[in-house]
């Protein structure tokens, strides 16, 4: 018989299929809807940001790599592989990086072109749950969501949908079927009785649906996710060449990981996807496609019954997102907090869903099919301003379920706090009844105890952390004062949710985007030293103000005013060869603002008359803007001086002691 030239192997036609599942955890602070500065990233600005500079722009950009070690070709991966985006990172790609983002749309468009209209991008649920633990009603709105979502970037119907961590049961498959959708993948060991060759499976619901289900190859996968095949794209490509089936006529070979895995988890991971699709393209036996394009040619005929309810990333099934199954990333952690945080937030969702049915009965014709209608294109600007507060509140019912809050070792994570968050906000708009929910809530979670001592319980991180410690309003309020005062060109009118503006001397006008709230504040600046800035923010002259202080402020303008500090404090500090040299990169502006302080200090103590106190003060502040330790030999000098310096020097310098590193009693006379 005839035989693979690349393998070796008898020939044999087979369909190759690899799946990305893109995703990270909505990053947003829900109360201005805006990304925060996450240290962890550095350098970039949050986790976003750094995964996209990681993975999303190279998978649509891959170098394949001569011989020679030239680039041979500049590749979109995407155009061959199936893949699906979640929502909420599609929003912020949309956003944030709109060349990364254009092309994923245009790998769809490509593959449909290819693949006889069968595009290669899957739906997701609109938020990240875990369905089997949702009820219906929220299982089918996350659903319509996500569909509704896929409809407006891609510009068709979907004809799979890939399911949050592949947590499935009967109920979620209904749902998808009843919706429209014809596949969705799953792992393996989730199937039962899975026809041989990898071909796809016709399960029917106890509703008497049907779905078809395709169960990718496990051991494949897991090499390619964790190691040795993705830093070796000879043998990923060998393997999945070489599996063996007896379905000859209609082999299918498919594989599916996270999406970050290829170049986030695994540098360079996109230059090995490449090669592979390089070296499976180049096989005659071998068709690169997607699961939709498979299953016009294959309908799923072969009954298979469900192990559910299960999920790829949990061996217990659902339980890593309630229970202390054991499932964790580290060891010598317990997960106990798990099953209070689920029950909080189970029983906060039963009260909130309770305020939205009876509060909006009187303001929508259908309240549930509102809720399933209110994505985040289309916002329902007609409708009565409760109507979108009671919208918005579902909203943020829903995606404090979003999995990540469950999935790592501790509470005190971020990813649990992001779901603390979502909760804080869903409460501040349900109206009357939020006191009596917080009180409840936040009882539930103090039986969530962190790992670590000093984190407490999730009662203590939503006291600490996850409750704004002013409304969305206010702070946005106080940062368009801030700077309208401080860096008036640099003002401007949208500040995450918040459509800002004047009103009148003194007055802030803020309105809502999604809620439609408008509400106007009464602001005066104050600043009480070269660091500070507190804004004032009342609603009526004889209200108690908000005093919003610069770490408070919406990032934006915290960080305008900062710079302003930085060029007040460096005016007269530095001179004009270190800020050329600072340009030019010769020297590196910590050092110099270090140097600058060091040189403020007269090597000998003795010479009073060299010494600025105020010019030290303004060195101090600098380095406090920026973080920087005060340097070794600047504490030296200091030491000297008000130890062995002038009586006048000594009293002058001793005010500054603490803020050199030093104790308050540095300096002072040997007791008797």
């Known amino acids: 018989s005839a035989r693979n030239p690349m393998t070796g192997t008898p020939a044999r036609p087979r369909s190759v299929v690899i799946h990305a599942h893109f995703y990270q955890p909505p990053r947003e602070e829900p109360s201005l809807e805006l990304v925060e500065r996450e240290p962890n990233a550095a350098p970039w600005h949050d986790w976003n940001q750094r995964i996209e500079r990681d993975c999303y722009r190279t998978v649509v950009a891959a170098r394949l790599i001569a011989p020679d070690g030239g680039i041979l070709n500049v590749v979109n991966t995407l155009e061959q592989i199936s893949f699906n985006v979640g929502p909420t990172l599609a929003a912020w790609l949309e956003r944030e990086t709109p060349d990364t983002w254009r092309a994923m749309l245009e790998a769809d468009r490509s593959s449909a072109t290819r693949l006889g209209g069968h595009g290669n991008a899957m739906a997701m649920p609109y938020h990240h749950l875990i369905l089997p633990l949702a009820t219906r009603r929220d299982k089918e709105t996350e659903v319509r969501w996500g569909i509704a979502d896929f409809r407006r970037c891609y510009g068709r119907e979907p004809e799979g949908m890939w399911l949050p961590e ?7 498959l209904d749902v998808l079927a009843a919706e429209g959708i014809r596949f969705t993948v799953l792992a393996p060991h989730q199937v039962e009785g899975a026809p041989a060759g990898g071909g796809p499976g016709r399960y029917t ?10 169960a990718y190859d496990g051991p494949l996968s897991h090499g390619v996710a964790f190691g040795p095949l993705i830093s070796d794209a000879k043998a990923w490509a060998a393997q999945m060449l070489d599996c063996e089936s007896p379905a000859a006529d209609a082999m299918l070979v498919s594989i599916a990981t996270d999406g970050e895995t290829y170049g986030h988890h695994h540098a360079f991971g996109e230059m090995a996807l490449a090669s592979v699709l390089a070296r499976i393209a180049a096989d005659p036996d071998a068709r690169i496609e997607n699961f939709g394009s ?9 009954p298979v019954g469900l192990l559910g309810p299960s999920s790829w990333s949990c061996s217990h099934g659902v339980e890593r997102w309630r229970a202390n199954c054991g499932c964790r990333t580290a060891a010598g952690t317990s997960q106990a907090w ?18 939205f049915a009876a509060e909006s009965a009187p303001l929508l014709t259908d309240p549930w099919r509102a809720r399933d209608a209110y994505t985040t294109v289309g916002l ?6 409760r109507a979108r507060e009671l919208l918005e509140m579902e909203r943020n019912a829903l995606r404090m379920f979003t999995s990540c809050g469950w999935f790592f070792d ?17 409460i501040d708009l349900a109206g009357p009844s939020a006191a009596e929910l917080e009180v409840a809530f936040r009882e539930r979670l103090s039986a969530a105890v962190s790992n670590d001592p000093e984190v407490g319980t999730g009662q203590d991180i939503y006291d600490r952390a996850a409750r704004p410690s002013h409304p969305g309003g206010i702070r946005a ?3 368009f004062a801030a700077l309208r005062a401080l860096v008036p060109d640099r003002v401007r009118s949208v500040i995450g949710a918040y459509l800002v503006g004047p009103d009148g001397e003194g007055r802030v006008l803020v309105r809502h985007r999604r809620t439609g709230v408008s509400e106007s504040f009464d602001t005066s600046l104050g600043r009480p030293d070269r660091l500070g800035v507190v804004v004032a923010v009342r609603r009526e002259a004889a209200a108690a103000p908000a005093e919003v202080k610069l770490a408070e402020l919406p990032e934006y303008e915290r960080t305008e005013i900062e710079q302003l500090f930085r060029r007040e404090l460096c005016a007269g500090l530095l001179t004009e060869p270190e800020r050329a040299e600072i340009v030019l990169g010769t020297s590196a502006y910590p050092r110099s603002i270090a140097d600058a302080l060091t040189r403020l200090l007269p090597p000998e103590p003795t010479a009073a008359d060299t010494v600025d106190p105020e010019q030290l003060e303004r060195a101090l502040d600098l380095l406090a803007l920026e973080r920087i330790e005060v340097p070794f030999d600047a504490q030296t000098r200091f030491h000297r001086a008000l130890t062995r310096g002038s009586a006048e020097l000594r009293r002058e310098l001793a005010p500054l002691a603490v803020r050199f590193g030093f104790s308050p009693s540095a300096g002072a006379p040997p007791a008797p």
Do not use: K, M, W
């Not at 592949?166 to 979620?172: C, F, G, N, P």
């Not at 798990?338 to 305020?355: E, F, S």
């Not at 329902?380 to 301003?385: G, T």
């Open 380 to 385: 329902p600007s007609h409708l009565p301003v």
């Open 477 to 479: 309020a106080a940062g």
């Open 338 to 355: 798990r099953a209070p945080l689920r029950q909080a937030l189970d029983q906060l969702a039963v009260g909130l869903h309770r305020i």
């Open 294 to 302: 498979y299953l016009a040619r294959h309908p799923a005929t072969h």
């Open 205 to 214: 619901t106890a509703n008497g649906r049907s779905i078809a289900l395709f």
């Open 410 to 426: 501790d509470i005190g994570g971020l990813e649990s706090l992001v779901c603390l968050r979502y909760a804080a906000r869903a």
């Open 166 to 172: 592949t947590a499935v049961d009967d109920e979620t």
